[in-house]
């Protein structure tokens, strides 16, 4: 069950394993909704109030660069954190990665995470 009064975020990953740990890093703080596909990512925000999305840059079917130019065409403003194993200046030749809020590198710690999602939600 959700908690009330708490920021929504959306984690998409093709690793399931990934999916469960970050939930367990930021379901204390955060109501964690996870998709392990783009599609299933989409249903998700069209049903909440999603206030933050973390995005793995690769996944099959829908990259996260195609799910992100899908998410633009409804909702512009919705922060996004790009995860990676790719190095940033790998992925500067997609415009989308330049508006991300954050990217976070695999592999990276817990209290990499949870700062940079918390620095996010601030703004």
């Known amino acids: 069950m959700k908690k009330q009064g708490l920021k929504n975020i959306l984690v998409v990953d093709d690793d399931q394993n990934l ?3 970050i939930r367990e890093i930021l379901d204390h703080t955060y109501n964690v909704y996870t998709a392990p596909m783009g599609y299933d990512a989409l ?3 069209h049903d909440h109030a999603i206030d933050l999305m973390t995005i793995d840059f690769l996944m099959p079917e829908m990259t996260g660069i195609d799910f992100l130019k899908e998410i633009k065409k409804f909702n512009d403003h919705l922060p996004f954190i790009i995860i990676s194993g790719h190095l940033p200046e790998e992925l500067l030749k997609y415009d989308l990665f330049c508006q991300s809020s954050g990217f976070l590198p695999k592999p990276f710690t817990i209290q ?3 700062d940079l999602v918390a620095n996010i939600l601030k703004k």
């Open 43 to 45: 249903r998700i925000i």
């Open 112 to 114: 990499e995470l949870r």
């Open 19 to 21: 999916l469960d740990i």
